[in-house]
C-alpha cells in the first residue's frame, strides 16, 4: 500500500470547495442526489469527522466518522454507540482509484480520529457481501463481532443485513494474535504444521464461505447458507471474525463456487485478555440491538 503521491485532508464546515468535491465523489460512486451538500453540511454540524484522499486538486476517496452516538441515525441500532467508540460510517473510493489501498489508508486514520476524541473503539458495519471492504476492515485490525440480519429493519432481500466490525485500540497485541490465526488457516491441510500458531494454543477453526458483491460484472448475491451459518457461529458459539481469505485475483470474479472464505476463531483458543475484551464487546452489541429492537 503506497499513498505517495495522494494527500489526506479533513473537510471542514467552512471549506465550500472541498463539500462540493466531497458531493462529486459521491454522485459517481452512489449516485446522483440533490442534497449531497446539505448532507454533508448536517453531517459536520453534528460533529462527524469527514477525511478525504486527494490526488491534486481530485478528491478520490472518503471516510464519515460520528463521534459521539448519533440522535439522526439512520440505523436504529447503534443510536446507543457505547461512549468510548466512534462510529465508522462509511468510507468510498473513485472507481478509478480502486486497487491502491486508499480505503485502508482512511481506515487506519480514523484510529487517530478516534484518539483525538479520547476514544477506545471504532465501530463500524459492513454488508456480508462487500468482499473489498470487509477485507480492508479486517487489515485495518478489525475483528467482526456480530451479525445483523436486520440492522436496517427488515427486508425480504436481506440487503438490510450488516456484519459489525470493531477496532479495538486497547488491544494493540490484537494483530499479531490476528496474523498467528491465519497462519493457522494456511496450515490448516498441513498436519505437521498444526498447532503451530505461535504463542497461541490450539486454535478452533472455522471457516464460511463468502459469496461476495461481484462490482460491474453483477447484483449482490447474498448466499442464505452462508450468512446462516456467520450468525450461528457469530451469534450462539463464542467465535469472531478474524480475517477475509481470497483466492487469487482472477479467480475472485468466477461465476461459481465461494468467492472468498471468513475465518472464524474461536475465543476460547484465543489470550485470555483478548477473549474478555471481545466477549464483553459481543455482549454490549447484543444488548444495544436488543434495545433498539
Ligand atoms: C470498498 C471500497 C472503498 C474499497 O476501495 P479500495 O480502497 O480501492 O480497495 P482496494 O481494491 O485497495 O482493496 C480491496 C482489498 O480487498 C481485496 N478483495 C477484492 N475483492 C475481494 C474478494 N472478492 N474477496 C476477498 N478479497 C477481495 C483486494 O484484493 C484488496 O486487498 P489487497 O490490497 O490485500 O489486495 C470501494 O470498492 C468502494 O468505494 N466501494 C463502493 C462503496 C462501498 O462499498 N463502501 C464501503 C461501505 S462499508
Not at 38 to 47: H, N, Y
Request: glycine share 8%; proline share 6%.
Amino acid at each position: 500500500m503506497s499513498l505517495e503521491g495522494f494527500e489526506i485532508i479533513r473537510v471542514v464546515p467552512d471549506d465550500e470547495e472541498a463539500i462540493d468535491s466531497l458531493a462529486d465523489l459521491e454522485t459517481t460512486v452512489l449516485g446522483e442526489r440533490a442534497d449531497w451538500v446539505e448532507d454533508t453540511q448536517d453531517c459536520l454540524a453534528d460533529g462527524w469527522v469527514i477525511e478525504a484522499v486527494m490526488d491534486g486538486d481530485k478528491m478520490v476517496a472518503s471516510t464519515f466518522t460520528a463521534v459521539e452516538a448519533d440522535r439522526h441515525d439512520d440505523s436504529p441500532t447503534l443510536v446507543r454507540l457505547p461512549a468510548d467508540a466512534v462510529h465508522g460510517k462509511g468510507s468510498m473510493v473513485d472507481p478509478n482509484y480502486r486497487g491502491h489501498g486508499l480505503q485502508l489508508a482512511l481506515l487506519k486514520r480514523r484510529e487517530e480520529i478516534a484518539r483525538e476524541h479520547g476514544k477506545q473503539r471504532i465501530i463500524s458495519t459492513v454488508r456480508p457481501e462487500n468482499a473489498p471492504s470487509l477485507h480492508n476492515f479486517l487489515a485495518a485490525g478489525g475483528v467482526v463481532v456480530h451479525y445483523d440480519r436486520e440492522f436496517f429493519g427488515p427486508d425480504p432481500t436481506g440487503d438490510t443485513a450488516r456484519l459489525i466490525v470493531v477496532q479495538d485500540l486497547q488491544l494493540p497485541e490484537w494483530t499479531t494474535v490476528q496474523k498467528a490465526v491465519i497462519k493457522g488457516y494456511k496450515d490448516r491441510d498441513n498436519p505437521r504444521k498444526t498447532g503451530d500458531s505461535g504463542s497461541l494454543p490450539p486454535l478452533t477453526l472455522s471457516v464460511a464461505p463468502m459469496y461476495v458483491d461481484r462490482g460491474a460484472s453483477g447484483p449482490y448475491s447474498p448466499d442464505a447458507s452462508a450468512r446462516g451459518y456467520i450468525d450461528l457461529l457469530l451469534r450462539e458459539a463464542d467465535y469472531v471474525g478474524v480475517s477475509l481469505q481470497r483466492p487469487a485475483r482472477d479467480q475472485i470474479y468466477t461465476d461459481e463456487g465461494p468467492r472468498a472464505e471468513l475465518v472464524l476463531a474461536s475465543l476460547s483458543t484465543l489470550p485470555e485478555r483478548i477473549a474478555e475484551r471481545l466477549q464483553a464487546t459481543k455482549s454490549e452489541i447484543r444488548h444495544i440491538l436488543a434495545l433498539a429492537r
